[in-house]
């Protein structure tokens, strides 16, 4: 899940999506990821802000995208408070990844399956192509 400030590039966006597994999802964790957001989004980091589906276990899956006075470090650092939350183990699939923009026309949704991984964390799928998130 690790996404060096290098990675971003023109990208000025982030896809997130939390979700349960099967039990339901961390809800410590779901709201440790809202709460980020909306800090960021009463800060001005974030000027849009795009659920794209919602899980039936719990969670969500999400498109946000960073106002353009925003600086990239102001991103990383965003990308790394998102980053520290860690849902707990076997309940909840958790990733954040780059993308371009938040455009509501470009967006698409992906089931919300999870793919266990040899670490005993679980990754979800990724628009666009909804191909599952690489093992951290």
Same mark, same amino acid.
């Given at each position: ?12 966006? *982030? ?5 349960? *597994? ?5 809800v410590a964790a ?6 980020? *957001? ?11 802000? *795009? ?15 960073v106002a353009p ?5 102001? &991103?990383?650092? &965003?990308?790394?408070? &998102? ?53 951290p």
């Amino acid at each position: 899940m690790a996404i060096s400030p290098p990675t971003f590039g023109k990208n000025r966006a *982030i896809e997130i999506a939390i979700n349960g *597994i099967g039990p339901p999802a961390d809800v410590a964790a779901v709201d440790t990821v809202r709460q980020v *957001i909306g800090h960021a989004v009463g800060n001005g980091v974030i000027d849009r802000f *795009i659920v794209t589906g919602y899980a039936i276990e719990g969670g969500f899956s999400a498109c946000a995208q960073v106002a353009p006075i925003v600086e990239s470090d102001e &991103l990383t650092a &965003l990308v790394r408070q &998102l980053q520290s939350v860690h849902p707990k183990p076997g309940t909840t699939a958790y990733w954040v990844a780059p993308t371009a923009s938040c455009d509501a026309d470009d967006q698409v949704a992906c089931t919300q399956e999870a793919k266990s991984c040899p670490d005993g964390s679980y990754v979800g799928r990724q628009p666009p192509t909804c191909e599952f998130a690489p093992c951290p």
